[in-house]
């Protein structure tokens, strides 16, 4: 099992962040083995930012993405530069609070509000963990636990509980939104 990911925005999302957080929950908290890679224009906020991560069940000889399965957008240039790439048949996630338009693919398009849900637990900061509770959800390619274990880990003290509220929030979205597919 080989999975590639891409989460991709503009900088001071935290996508990055997010990124590592997905990788190391994997590589610290199961037997996966996990690879994060990065890249950032020269802007500290505002500039295009990609975060990219190889999960996989053996030995990752090379650890850059050719064609992401699950691709998590959240700002429109993200959208019209990477969303093309995406593997046949694989997901794209739209944080629809910033991305209007989305290229047409042979994905799976899932469109939510995330920055704007982020607002409604308090701050806007947490938008990332949101994106990583949804991507998380709809892939399943990591226990839920592992993600929390690595979340406590990594974000500053004193915002454990935000981080984690707004984690679960996406895991929740992704549940409805399952739910509403399946009625469909």
Do not use: W
Request: proline share 4%; net charge negative; aromatic share 4%.
């Amino acid at each position: 099992m080989r999975k590639e990911f891409r989460l991709a925005g503009e900088g001071g999302q935290g996508l990055i962040t997010a990124a590592i957080i997905l990788a190391e929950a994997c590589a610290e908290h199961t037997d996966l083995n996990a690879v994060q890679t990065q890249s950032y224009g020269p802007e500290s906020r505002g500039g295009a930012s990609r975060a990219d991560v190889i999960i996989a069940d053996e030995d990752i000889d090379y650890p850059e993405i050719k064609r992401p399965e699950a691709l998590l957008v959240m700002a429109q240039e993200a959208s019209d530069l990477y969303v093309p790439g995406v593997a046949d048949g694989g997901t794209v996630i739209v944080d629809t609070t910033y991305v209007k338009s989305v290229p047409a693919v042979n994905a799976r398009i899932i469109r939510y509000p995330i920055s704007e849900k982020a607002r409604e637990l308090g701050r806007e900061i947490v938008a990332n963990m949101v994106a990583l509770g949804l991507l998380v959800g709809v892939t399943k390619v990591v226990p839920e636990d592992a993600v929390v274990a690595a979340i406590v880990d990594r974000v500053p003290r004193g915002t454990e509980d935000l981080n984690k509220k707004a984690f679960y929030a996406g895991i929740e979205a992704a549940k409805e939104l399952q739910s509403r597919e399946e009625g469909d």
